[in-house]
């Protein structure tokens, strides 16, 4: 049982370039989230997912966007990067949030625009 | 959306004292409060959760304390040790999950 996987755990991007970070999920959770945390500042959620085919915007969804085709995959995509999108990338999910279970976070992905 | 106030944003204390963390929120709708303990370089794991149907919730020296009223809950950590240290995140919520910005507690030794 892998939990929560995201790849890839360090990148380098430069300005203009694209990306897709990856999160992956084998509890069968519907509900999926994307936070973002700058250094030595708290989790921004960017996009979540209360299950597959629906997704809906966070706190600071500008510049990302979200696929939910399946229960276990909800890709981040970062078009156009910008220096001001350097963080830690923190892929979670939660079987549901209204029945207050614990939200699993993955390992993280360093992302760093250069 | 939701908005998650954290208080105090730093906090320092000799071991064996008691911490207290607090936490208010805007979206009456909100029912479930839990918090999170990051160590640096880690990721959050859950250390304690409340639903908003419970006041109190208490796991050997952490307790959470919930008053919807007010809107406000509080992260409580008796004879605080060493390994305590760590950054701590409460957050509230129904749909999506929102944080507060975060107490950075340090325990002296």
């Known amino acids: 049982n892998a939990g929560v996987t995201q790849t890839p755990k360090f990148r380098i991007l430069k300005i203009g370039q694209s990306m897709t970070l990856q999160c992956t999920q084998d509890?069968?959770?519907?509900?999926m989230y994307w936070y973002r945390q700058d250094p030595g500042m708290g989790l921004k959620l960017i996009y979540y997912s209360v299950g597959a085919g629906i997704t809906d915007k966070g706190e600071v969804p500008n510049g990302y966007n979200v696929s939910r085709s399946t229960t276990e995959d909800f890709p981040l995509r970062l078009e156009l990067a910008a220096p001001s999108q350097t963080s830690v990338y923190f892929c979670?999910?939660?079987?549901?949030?209204?029945?207050?279970?614990?939200?699993?976070f993955g390992q993280g992905t360093r992302l760093t625009v250069v | 959306g939701e908005n998650v106030e954290q208080h105090p944003s730093t906090l320092s204390v000799q071991e064996g004292d008691s911490a207290v963390i607090k936490c208010t929120y805007s979206d009456s709708a909100s029912n479930y409060f839990p918090w999170y303990k990051q160590e640096l370089g880690k990721r959050p794991q859950l250390i304690i959760d409340?639903?908003?149907?419970?006041g109190e919730k208490k796991d050997q020296r952490i307790a959470v304390t919930l008053n919807k009223t007010a809107k406000h809950f509080s992260l409580h950590i008796t004879e605080t040790q060493p390994e305590d240290s760590a950054v701590y995140f409460c957050a509230a919520s129904f749909n999506d999950m929102r944080f507060g910005a975060g107490t950075r507690l340090t325990v002296k030794p």
């Open positions: 509890m069968n959770h519907n509900y």
């Open positions: 409340i639903r908003s149907n419970v």
């Open positions: 979670a999910s939660s079987y549901s949030t209204g029945r207050g279970t614990e939200a699993f």
